[in-house]
């Protein structure tokens, strides 16, 4: 009996729960046209998923199937309920707009003849009906947290931006384009549309009150464009050149670049010294997350506690004395403001700010983690939970939810690469270490750990599309950054909706240049992009990292260089796993620091005696080695199901949009 014939055997028996069920895995299946609208008609009529239906008779008509009943029934169920707030909302905006200064055309049509019908879906958005077209549009949300194109490329002149009609996005430009009594200078926001009928219907959605109460917003219409800029002292008799220019207040930032760390050694530096000193942006190098927290934490405490300026001054030793004080007189600033008031009050961060700029410049966070350790957990639905605490600790941080815009981005390098790196820094750190343990006992040792576990199971390139953090972010690779500079970040100052930087074309910090050291390859040097660290990663671990990592390197545009293609089992896994000898050496040889300081040992509850310790410290070693290829094993089993991953909340993950350099200025052949 197939999906159909059962949906219809458990609607007779009135078992509606179930039919639904049955009816929908027949419109999944490819039920044909008339199936299909049976199935939406019952599922609706029932009290099942209205989405279903929705979808399905929105499918059918744009197809050409069963149009009139497919419409009648989008129009019944999801359009009549609510055309009088739609016609309530359009005729408040009218209302607003015929007083507005800064909008030169009047003639709002009747309601009935906009040309565009909006359906609600959701509580979020609507799916647009063009009636001349007789179409249905693609799903909208006007309030959706993405701005998707670089308004602020151009600086030169004010923001002028053609058919914007996302709530957000508006929200946006009003929020970052700088009132011009601020700057001195006309700096409206132009917002010019290609069709005024266009235009007209888009205001049965949006809620324009709170964008035209600062009379910020320059409406153009059609040929108006030509109007652009307006010279509003001839115009209106405003001379905005009589002000003098303000300096930036805390709360006009409100924008945040979030810079991930997804592991170590994955060149997230050479990142921040391309963003240092930029005209529109507050950077700071990497900061740890748990003393930015803390200093956020005693700022507010020092704040509240504080009975007079004077008193908190005087107890604030760290600078930036104007901004504590504009801290203390909001009277209760939020964790957002006053994360703002730290990064403008540090000279690094500060360094390239172009005072008179049109636009508030967007925090740039790279919060630095000393540990990211994704776990594995197993469900009985056969889904496999992965995370990290500094992921939980993310999600718990105020200041950053408090930020109403917010853009991500991540920086990968090849993940061989950045293991064999990682390896050697472990190592290196080890060693350097190892003076002020042995001067210090009680100190924890520094070892190199089982990084080959932690790369695979770190998936930090992955995100819950639904998730706040994640909703506008894009993954940058290292290589093509190093090798194709000018192309990269052109493409990623336009992601981020910021105008590409003469500061972007040299490694600073503080707006200096960076004398680097040691075996650090800063700046545009391409010997990171090539080198294989093979001292540090040996071929099996390669292969391993590659073969549990292939769906990463296909998303990204990564070749193999050790995976051969052959199918990988439990007992080939195993056999990987003891050829680790390049990373087991490491191990072995820094975690028998860890044993020598193991002042006594027993065996069959016996203290070991002295003469036999040493033999004893080597098997405490050797079973560390044990505990660590058992845990390889038991992750690599898990993994091997290729289970479907999703985050501490049961929803899955998917894998973040790749940022693609600029193609007519590559100046190398793209990385593989």
């Given amino acids: 009996m197939d999906a159909m014939e059962l949906a219809r055997r458990l609607a007779g028996l009135g078992q509606a729960r179930e039919a639904q069920d049955a009816y929908a895995l027949a419109i999944q299946q490819g039920a044909d046209p008339a199936g299909q609208l049976e199935a939406a008609v ?96 693609d799903y909208l949300n006007f309030k959706n947290p993405v701005v998707g194109r670089n308004f602020f490329k151009d600086l030169e002149k004010p923001v002028l931006a053609e058919d914007v009609f996302s709530q957000y996005e508006l929200e946006y430009l009003r929020d970052n384009v700088r009132d011009s009594r601020r700057v001195g200078r006309e700096n409206h926001v132009y917002l010019h549309y290609s069709d005024w009928k266009t235009f007209c219907a888009y205001l049965q959605c949006l809620n324009l009150r709170p964008l035209l109460e600062e009379k910020k917003l320059v409406f153009l219409m059609g040929d108006q464009l030509g109007m652009y800029p307006i ?199 080890s060693k350097l270490m190892e003076t002020a343990e042995a001067e210090d006992p009680k100190r924890k040792k520094t070892v190199v750990g089982d990084e080959i576990s932690d790369r695979i199971l770190n998936r930090s390139f992955m995100a819950d599309p639904g998730e706040r953090l994640f909703k506008d972010s894009v993954l940058v690779r290292f290589e093509d950054a190093k090798l194709n500079p000018k192309a990269t970040f052109t493409a990623l100052a336009a992601f981020l909706d910021l105008p590409y930087a003469p500061s972007m074309e040299a490694c600073t910090q503080g707006g200096q240049p960076l004398n680097y050291g040691g075996y650090i390859a800063g700046g545009f040097d391409l010997a990171p992009v090539y080198k294989t660290y093979d001292g540090f990663a040996n071929d099996a671990e390669r292969y391993y990292i590659e073969y549990f990592m292939r769906d990463v390197y296909a998303r990204y545009g990564y070749d193999f260089h050790y995976y051969d293609g052959a199918p990988v089992d439990r007992a080939r896994a195993k056999e990987l796993i003891a050829g680790f000898t390049t990373l087991n050496g490491y191990i072995r040889e820094t975690w028998k620091k860890v044993a020598d300081s193991v002042a006594a040992i027993k065996k069959d509850g016996v203290d070991v005696p002295p003469q036999d310790m040493e033999q004893a410290r080597q098997e405490l070693t050797d079973h560390h080695l044990r505990e660590i290829d058992a845990q390889r094993l038991k992750i690599a089993n898990i993994l091997l199901r290729q289970p479907l991953l999703v985050n501490q909340e049961n929803r899955p993950l998917e894998m973040m949009p790749k940022l693609e350099p600029d193609p007519a200025l590559l100046e190398r052949p793209l990385y593989h």
């Fill in 42 to 137: 019952y599922i609706l009529q029932s009290g099942g998923d209205y989405r279903i239906s929705y979808t399905c008779f929105q499918g059918l008509y744009n197809q050409g199937h069963f149009r009139k009943e497919a419409f009648d029934f989008m129009t019944q169920a999801f359009y009549e309920p609510n055309v009088k707030a739609l016609k309530k909302r359009y005729e408040k905006n009218c209302k607003l707009l015929e007083k507005y200064p800064y909008l030169f055309r009047k003639d709002f049509p009747p309601f009935q003849d906009l040309p565009i019908r909006f359906y609600p879906y959701d509580g979020s958005g609507f799916v647009p009906y063009f009636v001349e077209e007789e179409r249905f549009g």
């Fill in 231 to 429: 010279d509003f002292k001839e115009r209106f008799g405003i001379d905005y050149s009589q002000y003098k220019p303000q300096p930036l207040a805390i709360r006009e930032v409100s924008r945040l670049i979030w810079h991930t760390q997804l592991s170590a050694h994955n060149g997230g530096d050479f990142f921040n010294e391309i963003f240092d000193a930029h005209p529109h942006l507050l950077a700071l190098p990497s900061v740890l997350f748990t003393e930015i927290q803390e200093t956020v934490l005693s700022l507010r405490q020092l704040l509240k506690e504080a009975k007079s300026e004077e008193e908190l001054l005087g107890r604030w030793s760290q600078g930036g004395k104007t901004r504590i004080q504009e801290l203390y007189r909001m009277g209760n600033p939020t964790d957002k403001d006053i994360l703002v008031g730290i990064y403008l009050s540090n000279k690094i961060a500060v360094s390239g700010l172009d005072p008179r700029s049109r636009i508030a410049p967007a925090v740039f966070f790279q919060p630095h983690f000393l540990d990211i350790a994704y776990k594995l957990e197993e469900s009985e639905s056969g889904r496999v939970s992965i995370g990290a605490e500094a992921a939980k600790e993310l999600r718990r941080c105020r200041f950053l939810e408090e930020f109403p815009y917010i853009k991500t981005f991540t920086p990968m390098r090849r993940m061989t690469s950045s293991y064999g790196a990682t390896v050697h820094y472990m190592y290196e750190m």
